[in-house]
């Protein structure tokens, strides 16, 4: 399997996750030539792409969706809710029989790779969140998360790569200059994953075969690279599977620029 952070934070995100015979991109959050100027790193374009999966309707996650599905035609994978809230923004023609609807906790299969959804909590019509496996290897998209209850913990358990989430600094995001609902909605259980519940969550899902772990849907505003990393490793301390947590090889989801692409 393979995994590529292509853009990850408050202002856009987009995965690419494949096998050698399947290829999808998990949101579609900057424009169709943000998107293709990535893949074009890993020597992908958009023609390799065979579908779009979407995680909720949030600007983030689908701002490069209309042109992308028009020009390349492509299968796009999201909740029946999400599918309308879509068809209900301003993102320009968009053709309905592309749309695939499935139910949180359906799995989709793509060739030889298995796309297992999840429901999560966040303010969006019907989020969910991904794991992919090949029946080898298992990978998972986790961001978004307001909070994390036990029953998405077991279901994401084994996984060899991971993207979790590390939105903010709670203290920065106090004292910062967010309007208070805003600041309150970020807080809440239909938020997003602060720094050291994101840490938890890592905690949670750790095993002996863990490849790499990236810190992903960083915000600009309420959080810094090196602050997020330092508090997760103090979240880490003590864990069962590395003495020394910085033995995960953790790293930051970069935000503007692609990740180099890892194959595990």
């Known amino acids: 399997m393979k995994m590529m952070n292509l853009v990850s934070g408050s202002s856009g995100n987009s995965t690419l996750i494949g096998t050698d015979r399947v290829t999808v991109l998990c949101d579609a959050g900057v424009s169709m030539k943000k998107i293709e100027e990535c893949l074009n790193t890993a020597d992908y374009t958009g023609s390799d792409i065979d579908a779009i999966l979407i995680t909720h309707e949030h600007i983030d996650h689908v701002r490069g969706l209309g042109v992308l599905s028009r020009k390349y035609h492509m299968p796009v994978y999201a909740t029946d809710r999400t599918i ?3 068809f209900r923004m301003n993102l320009g023609k968009l053709d309905r029989e592309l749309f695939r609807p499935f139910r949180a906790g359906d799995s989709i299969q793509l060739k030889d790779l298995e796309i297992r959804t999840h429901a999560v909590s966040h303010d969006a019509a019907d989020p ?7 029946g080898e290897k298992k990978c998972c998209i986790a961001t978004d998360l307001g909070y994390v209850p036990d029953a998405l913990i077991r279901e994401l358990q084994g996984c060899d790569m991971m993207l979790i ?7 920065m995001l106090e004292v910062g200059p967010y309007p208070y609902p805003l600041k309150q909605r970020i807080l809440s259980n239909r938020g997003h994953l602060s720094n050291e519940a994101g840490g938890a969550f890592i905690r949670a899902l750790l095993n002996d075969h863990v490849k790499e772990i990236r810190l992903g ?10 602050l997020a990393y330092e508090t997760v490793l103090q979240e880490l301390l003590g864990n069962p599977f590395a ?5 995960l090889n953790i790293k930051i989801a970069a935000r503007d620029t692609a990740d180099p692409i890892i194959e595990f």
Do not use: M, Q
């Not at 989430?165 to 203290?171: F, G, L, Q, T, V």
């Not at 915000?219 to 090196?226: D, L, T, W």
């Not at 003495?243 to 033995?247: F, I, N, S, V, Y």
């Open 243 to 247: 003495p020394d947590p910085k033995d």
């Open 84 to 86: 309308d809230s879509i």
């Open 217 to 226: 849907h960083l915000s600009k505003e309420n959080n810094f690279p090196e």
């Open 165 to 171: 989430e590390a939105n903010h600094d709670i203290r």
């Open 128 to 134: 969910v969140c991904y794991s992919f496996t090949d």
